[in-house]
């Protein structure tokens, strides 16, 4: 079973600052079985990149994804309040199989 | 567009069956699609737990799938998630979910829908 791992596994950073946030996967994987969700609190996560680079419908051009084989980012080029929330990272395997990240915290510095 | 709706009892004795069903609305889950259940425990991450394929087919996390059934009903549109023998550790947030049943250059079985969610709490 191939693991992702995030990190780190909080951020904390003030609006307006960049983020980047880590996804590496344990064996090469395909980008387009990686997919990124936002979650808030309280509420179930959202899809925000799938395909490692395309942005879900109503999320804004400062969400970006990138990467190949291992490592995979998240990036929020300049941080909005409401961003601040558990960002997930996941991996389609054959079989199937879905696997996540242990999950990133950008939290308000 | 398209809702899901996770219910079901909110406590479960241990060793008995959680028993949750989403109700789908905006589309039929007879058509396509990957229909099925993502976990949370408390302060933890995601478990995807498993799926039903629109033909009936099911898939299972392999740790979880001796305790497992998740089954589909066409004609109520519903989708039913049955775990056995529950313990502690089972006590979650469960979320059904909705996975495009295709796969291409650009995208592959993302998780595209989402239920509110419901918490289950395992507790004598």
């Known amino acids: 079973e191939i693991v992702l791992t995030q990190s780190p596994g909080t951020l904390s950073l003030s609006p307006g600052e960049r983020a980047t946030l880590s996804c590496r996967a344990s064996?090469?994987?395909?980008?387009?079985?990686i997919a990124w969700y936002q979650q808030k609190p309280g509420q179930a996560p959202r899809l925000l990149i799938y395909g490692a680079s395309i942005r879900a419908t109503g999320f804004p051009d400062r969400f970006s994804g990138s990467g190949s084989g291992t490592d995979f980012t998240l990036t929020i080029s300049r941080l909005e309040p409401e961003d601040f929330a558990v960002y997930y990272c996941q991996l389609y395997s054959t079989s199937p199989l879905w696997t996540f990240g242990q999950g990133t915290k950008v939290e308000i510095k | 567009q398209v809702q899901l709706q996770e219910s079901g009892p909110g406590l479960v004795k241990p060793s008995e069956t959680l028993s949750l069903t989403c109700t789908v609305s905006g589309y039929s889950i007879s058509s396509g699609y990957y229909w099925g259940w993502i976990r949370q425990s408390p302060g933890k991450g995601l478990e995807w737990m498993g799926s039903?394929?629109?033909?009936?087919?099911?898939y299972y996390n392999p740790p979880l799938k001796s305790r497992v059934t998740i089954s589909g009903d066409t004609s109520k549109n519903l989708v039913s998630l049955k775990v056995t023998s529950v313990t502690a550790a089972d006590t979650a947030v469960y979320y059904c979910v909705r996975s495009p049943s295709y796969c291409s250059s650009t995208r592959c079985y993302e998780f595209d829908y989402w239920g509110q969610g419901i918490l289950v709490t395992v507790s004598s």
């Open positions: 039903i394929y629109h033909s009936g087919s099911t």
């Open positions: 064996q090469s994987v395909r980008s387009n079985y």
